[in-house]
C-alpha cells in the first residue's frame, strides 16, 4: 500500500543544538547545514537531521531513563571496536550495561541521546 507521505527530515530535542549537529556530522560524515543556538541541521542532500534547543531539555540516559526514552538512532558500521573507538573520541560515552555486545553497543551521544551502532549485515 502506497503511503500518502515522505519523511522530510527527523528532528531530535537537545539542550545544545550546534554540538550535537558537530558529533553527528562527524559520525556520518554528513555537512553542518545549519548551526545556531536554537536551531541546528545536518544533511547528505538527501536526508537531513534537524536538533532544536528544548529549554530544560533532559536527555533519557540508558539503560536506567531519568525520563521517558522517546527514540534512538542506529548505525551500521563495519567494525564496532573501531566505530566504538571514533565515537568516543567524538565525545560520546559507552554504558556498562551493552544487552549483545558481539552484534550491537549502545553508545550516548554528548546530549545523553542513546544511539546504537550496528555490525553489518
Request: net charge negative; aromatic share 10%; glycine share 10%.
Amino acid at each position: 500500500m502506497p503511503g500518502f507521505a515522505t519523511l522530510a527530515m527527523i528532528n531530535l530535542d537537545a539542550a545544545d543544538p550546534a554540538a550535537l549537529a558537530a558529533f553527528y556530522s562527524q559520525v556520518l560524515g554528513w555537512e553542518v547545514l545549519h548551526s545556531a543556538e536554537e536551531y541546528a541541521m545536518i544533511g547528505d542532500g538527501s536526508t537531513s537531521i534537524g536538533f532544536g534547543r528544548l529549554p530544560g531539555y533532559s536527555a533519557p540516559g540508558w539503560p536506567q531513563e531519568t525520563a521517558p526514552k522517546r527514540f534512538h538512532l542506529d548505525f551500521y558500521v563495519d567494525d564496532l571496536d573501531k566505530a566504538e573507538e571514533q565515537a568516543l573520541a567524538l565525545g560520546a560515552s559507552k554504558p556498562a550495561e551493552q544487552p549483545n555486545p558481539e552484534r550491537w553497543r549502545v553508545l550516548l551521544d554528548p546530549g545523553g541521546h542513546p544511539f546504537d551502532i550496528c555490525l553489518r549485515s
